[in-house]
């Protein structure tokens, strides 16, 4: 039997280093419009939703045509968002892109959805490797240990794996990808009235609480240049990226 598999991108518009990001514009179109539009290219536009905790960001989604649901803004992170929306929603799987990865390449959506059509297991999540100093040391990079099956092992801001000589041959050095599936029953661990695991709350990397809570999560290699917006001036960098594309 076909499972139900929908598309999620949790949209808050109180984060600390940069406050209503979803609405900031990136050459004419709101960030959270590019991250629909790339979503909705290969997707069933009637299975992607956009959870949101703020009424200007439901307006603006509307405008353009997306769907939106409501959900509390004391969901801690956006995995947390998504198992809210999916209360409601009820998809078997849950496909989660972030809100702020504007320029996402959508074969990589295409990978994930090619796995699922066989995967039964608790989460997916994607990785492309590491092969510069400045990506391994940066610790707003999560990076990925992988075992010989391509399972989660650890992930961590801090650079990983890293010989005794601190110097890294960038050989298996990965970088988490931020695009998740997650099962109906993994997301049981998430949601507004759920806290940070231990480990999660030190590395500030949500995934990690499936990882403390025994679940096994399977990793996907793929190839990425994605540039995540985390603060204003990455705005200037996907803006150059979107015009070397056109």
Same mark, same amino acid.
């Given at each position: 039997?076909?499972?139900?598999?929908?598309?999620?991108?949790?949209?808050?518009?109180?984060?600390?280093?940069?406050?209503?990001?979803?609405?900031?514009?990136?050459?004419?179109? *709101? $960030?959270?419009? +590019?991250?629909?539009? %790339?979503?909705? +290219?290969?997707?069933?536009?009637?299975?992607?939703?956009?959870? *949101?905790?703020?009424?200007?960001?439901?307006?603006?989604?509307? +405008?353009?045509?997306?769907?939106?649901? $409501? &959900?509390?803004?004391?969901?801690? *992170?956006? *995995?947390? +968002?998504?198992?809210?929306?999916?209360?409601?929603? %009820?998809?078997?799987?849950?496909?989660?892109?972030?809100?702020?990865?504007?320029?996402? /390449?959508?074969? #990589?959506?295409?990978?994930?959805?090619?796995?699922?059509? &066989?995967?039964?297991?608790?989460?997916?999540? !994607?990785?492309?490797?590491?092969?510069?100093?400045?990506?391994?040391?940066?610790?707003?990079?999560?990076?990925?240990?992988? %075992?010989? /099956?391509?399972?989660?092992?650890?992930?961590?801001?801090?650079?990983?794996?890293?010989?005794?000589?601190?110097?890294? &041959?960038?050989?298996?050095?990965?970088?988490?990808? !931020?695009?998740?599936?997650?099962?109906?029953?993994?997301?049981?661990?998430?949601?507004?009235?759920?806290?940070?695991?231990?480990?999660?709350?030190? /590395?500030?990397?949500?995934?990690?609480?499936?990882?403390? %809570?025994? !679940?096994? #999560?399977?990793?996907?290699?793929?190839?990425?240049?994605?540039?995540?917006?985390?603060?204003?001036?990455?705005? #200037?960098?996907?803006?150059?990226?979107?015009?070397?594309?056109?």
């Amino acid at each position: 039997m076909k499972k139900s598999v929908g598309l999620i991108i949790p949209a808050r518009s109180a984060s600390s280093r940069f406050p209503n990001k979803p609405l900031a514009l990136i050459s004419g179109k *709101t $960030m959270i419009q +590019r991250v629909w539009e %790339n979503a909705s +290219r290969d997707f069933n536009h009637s299975d992607v939703w956009i959870a *949101t905790d703020c009424k200007k960001i439901y307006s603006e989604i509307e +405008r353009f045509g997306g769907q939106a649901i $409501m &959900t509390p803004s004391s969901c801690l *992170t956006g *995995t947390d +968002r998504i198992a809210e929306a999916n209360k409601i929603l %009820n998809f078997e799987y849950v496909i989660n892109i972030q809100g702020d990865e504007p320029i996402l /390449e959508p074969w #990589i959506l295409k990978q994930v959805l090619d796995v699922l059509k &066989t995967f039964d297991g608790d989460a997916l999540n !994607c990785m492309s490797s590491i092969n510069n100093a400045n990506d391994f040391n940066n610790n707003n990079i999560p990076k990925v240990v992988v %075992n010989s /099956e391509y399972e989660l092992i650890y992930m961590s801001r801090s650079p990983i794996p890293l010989g005794k000589e601190n110097n890294p &041959t960038f050989d298996n050095v990965f970088r988490q990808v !931020c695009i998740y599936a997650f099962s109906k029953d993994a997301l049981k661990y998430y949601g507004c009235n759920s806290v940070k695991s231990p480990i999660e709350n030190i /590395e500030d990397i949500e995934i990690l609480r499936l990882l403390e %809570n025994k !679940c096994k #999560i399977k990793m996907i290699e793929v190839e990425s240049n994605s540039v995540a917006v985390d603060l204003p001036e990455d705005i #200037i960098k996907v803006e150059s990226l979107l015009k070397q594309k056109n």
